[in-house]
């Protein structure tokens, strides 16, 4: 679904939505130190926006989750890294969207919250998107699961193992405020960490992920390793140049050769088809595929070398 609301929407120049939002967190710890009497003015409060005051739908990105200069800073470059590294991805677009149903999601949890908790005054102050961009983390490890990040910067972790991590981060948050009593605070956080977690579900339903499954009884076979060499097999059967690992310049998107298991192998259509490593839509519909606007002919290259690969020149030479 999110791949045809990029095709219908996608050629709009669409701005970061993650450096605005970062902008106006900066924008709210700068006021909470010149101007603290503004924060009143821009936090989320459904008791305001139900009598008129509905830029606060909008304003309450800006309320402030800590003081510090240094950990505003801090948290502003993690963020703003792994949004970046998940646009290379996925591109800007579904990042885009991902932020914008979570802020969605998020003033939802707080109307939620107004209602069931009526009369509270923590919401007011509290209500942020914090949860959202943390959850940037889970997204990025389901979509790219060995991928290996520094906690706290110096202890390796495999990206497989962040979403329990971050989700126990979570819950030891959760059960510290319980713990000191502050009921209010402790519910208030629970309704944001749900929403930020529903939001995950979410995207990655409407991304179309598929988690990999290994087949049994040692059955599994090395994708990477046969799609190339099936492309190898495609550049004999069409007689074109093979450029890297992958394809010939005349069969690029018409046909893909798969194995059946009671004969030779046939011919199946396919759209797209990495020229680095051979694989498909069809093989791993998965993946993303672009063609290199720098590579002179039409080359085309799933997400894992779209921006790794040597450029193509008309002479075959390579070109970083």
């Known amino acids: 679904m999110l791949n045809k609301l990029e095709r219908k929407l996608g050629r709009i120049k ?3 939505f993650m450096l605005i939002l970062l902008g106006a967190y900066a924008t709210g710890v700068i006021l909470s130190y ?4 503004a924060l009143a ?3 989320f409060s459904p008791a305001h926006i139900l009598k008129g005051q509905v830029w606060r739908l ?4 800006a309320t402030p989750t800590d003081s510090s200069i240094f950990m505003t800073l801090l948290l502003c470059f993690i963020y703003f890294s792994i949004s970046r590294s998940l646009e290379r991805i996925v591109g800007r677009f579904k990042v885009n969207f991902f932020l914008l149903t979570g802020w969605l999601i998020t003033m939802l949890s707080g109307f939620a919250y107004y209602w069931i ?3 509270t005054s923590v919401l007011t102050v509290h209500l942020n998107m914090h949860y959202v961009f943390s959850t940037l983390f889970i997204v990025f490890s389901f979509i790219y699961p060995d991928a290996t990040f520094l906690l706290m910067f110096f202890i390796p972790i495999k990206g497989k193992w962040m979403p329990f991590i971050t989700l126990g981060m979570f819950a030891l948050e959760i059960l510290q405020i319980f713990l000191a009593k502050q009921f209010a605070y402790g519910w208030l956080y629970l309704f944001m960490i749900v929403a930020a977690v529903l939001n995950v579900v979410l995207f990655l339903l409407l991304l179309g992920y598929k988690p990999k ?6 059955t599994q076979r090395n994708s990477r390793h046969e799609t190339r060499n099936d ?5 004999s059967a069409y007689g074109g140049t093979v450029y890297g690992s992958g394809m010939s310049g005349q069969d690029a998107g018409y046909g893909s050769y798969q194995r059946t298991a009671s004969g030779p192998r046939t011919l199946k259509p396919y759209r797209h088809k990495c020229c680095v490593c051979g694989r498909t839509d069809l093989t791993n519909p998965e993946l993303e595929f672009r063609y290199c606007s720098k590579c002179i002919g039409p080359y085309e290259y799933c997400s ?13 030479a390579g070109n970083n």
């Open 213 to 218: 499954r290994r087949v049994q009884n040692g």
């Open 231 to 235: 492309a190898r097999s495609d550049q």
């Open 14 to 16: 669409w701005p970061s």
């Open 41 to 43: 003015w821009i936090c």
């Open 58 to 61: 909008f304003t309450f990105v």
């Open 304 to 316: 894992e070398h779209i921006y790794t690969h040597v450029h193509k020149s008309p002479s075959g």
């Open 117 to 119: 908790f009526p009369g």
């Open 34 to 37: 010149v101007y603290p009497e």
